[in-house]
């Protein structure tokens, strides 16, 4: 079985630029978490999808957004970036939401804000 | 809101020998679970370990086991015979099993392997 996949790997955006970020999860996982790791903050939770639905969210400004389509894939959207928004963004997929679902993550995208 | 603490930054172990990483977590929730987390140069997130709460025995995962001690709050990792390949960052993480399941990860303990 195909792991979780994310791209791109690279991004470098300009700051007050926007930002897509795709996530396709393990095949039958449903549930799609959004991580990031800086060096500073170390790794965040962002939020949280499950069957095309926000389960849950982090602390983390109304800049940042996400969705969840039918297909399970995620997309994160960042808009107007600022460098503090430079960081590695994990997806990771679980097969149902809940403590118990094991998650596997995304090799993440590395995102530059200059 | 439940917290991670790693208090080695870093840890330095020759092949072949063994080393224990620390962890303590805060909570008031009585069913959660720990994990410990590898994340190697490639940044790729790998699961080490996993701990339920309401499990006494300790988990063990080939040569990785944890010391989970629920009244101190403690959870901590032990490699034997470590190998060149567990040179990574190890990351200690918390997830309840009640509400929310985000991962609170630590900030990470840096693993140096030396032949």
């Known amino acids: 079985k195909a792991g979780v996949t994310q791209t791109p790997r690279y991004l470098i955006k300009t700051r007050g630029q926007q930002v897509t970020l795709s996530c396709s999860p393990i095949s039958g996982h449903r549930s799609v978490s959004w991580y990031q790791q800086t060096p500073g903050q170390g790794l965040q939770f962002l939020f949280e999808?499950?069957?095309?639905?926000?389960?849950n969210k982090g602390n983390f400004p109304g800049r940042f957004s996400g969705r969840q389509f039918s297909n399970s894939r995620s997309e994160m959207n960042v808009s107007t970036l600022e460098l503090g928004d430079s960081a590695l963004y994990l997806c990771a997929s679980s097969l149902v939401q809940g403590a118990r679902s094991e998650q596997y993550f995304g090799p993440g995208t590395r995102l530059t804000v200059t | 809101a439940q917290t991670v603490t790693q208090s080695q930054p870093e840890m330095s172990v020759q092949e072949a020998e063994t080393v224990t990483l620390s962890c303590t977590y805060d909570?008031?929730?009585?069913?959660?679970?720990l994990f410990w987390y590898k994340q190697p140069p490639s940044r790729q997130m790998i699961l080490v370990i996993r701990q339920e709460a309401y499990k006494q025995q300790n988990a063990t995962e080939n040569r990785f086991s944890v010391n989970f001690q629920k009244a101190a709050k403690s959870f901590s990792l032990k490699i034997s015979d470590s190998q060149l390949g567990d040179a990574a960052m190890y990351f200690c993480a918390y997830r309840s099993a009640t509400s929310g399941y985000a991962l609170n990860f630590g900030k990470g303990t840096s693993l140096l392997v030396t032949p």
């Open positions: 999808y499950f069957s095309e639905t926000q389960r």
């Open positions: 909570t008031s929730e009585s069913d959660y679970y």
